[in-house]
């Protein structure tokens, strides 16, 4: 049975309300289309002064935000890998990183500690954040960002061990949801030497020291 609108029906985007723009049959839609259509969709007016750059604005955050499906691990190390003679723990802390979550699409936060024992070579400093940066600026669910850090470090130097800790606040949860504004989720992986009981609980305890009274 066909779909029969009338004029009237048709809003601002020149769609009836409630129909998905592929829906139309119409092509070229892009992503500032669907931001319209989602503002109509909550009962707003696209084309009031406050909302008429939204759309743009919406897609420019969106772009940067998941800019890390554009990125590859090699080309964000560069080659910055090094012959040292050092056996001992590295550690970066307290690395600021923002992501989306896959099943909101709203934004998870915190902190990343990255640690490695190193096996004959050691990777710039300045490189462990910005591999942080590459996978967090995608969709993502924690669990899944934590191991991708350490399974990239680990494959990239072959350390003797690798620990990622993750702590993070997530919108979904404070927002809507259960509501809870104090939670955080912390999840970690530990590989090589850091599966060592006494290994693990130096990473942890240097990372976490004077933060818990």
């Known amino acids: 049975m066909a779909l029969v609108y009338s004029p009237r029906d048709v809003g601002a985007a020149g769609r009836p309300p409630g129909v998905f723009p592929q829906a139309t049959g119409q092509s070229g839609e892009s992503m500032k289309d669907l931001v319209k259509w989602m503002l109509e969709e909550i009962g707003e007016d696209p084309r009031r002064d406050g909302l008429r750059g939204t759309p743009h604005r919406f897609e420019s955050a969106w772009r940067f935000l998941t800019s890390g499906y554009g990125q590859d691990a090699d080309k964000v190390l560069n080659n910055a890998l090094f012959d040292v003679k050092y056996d001992e723990m590295v550690i970066v802390t307290d690395i600021d990183f923002f992501s989306l979550c896959e099943h909101h699409l709203l934004p998870f936060f915190g902190k990343c500690h990255v640690a490695y024992v190193p096996n004959k070579k050691v990777i710039g400093l300045s490189k462990i954040p910005r591999l942080v940066e590459m996978f967090s ?44 504004q104090n939670s955080k989720a912390v999840t970690s992986s530990m590989l090589g030497s850091f599966h060592s009981q ?9 990372i976490f020291k004077g933060k818990r009274s």
């Open 137 to 180: 600026r995608r969709l993502q669910v924690q669990e899944r960002l934590t191991t991708q850090i350490a399974e990239t470090i680990n494959k990239k130097i072959d350390p003797l061990g690798v620990g990622v800790v993750i702590e993070a606040q997530h919108m979904c949860m404070m927002m809507r949801g259960v509501e809870k």
């Open 198 to 206: 006494a290994t693990r609980m130096e990473f942890l305890e240097l």
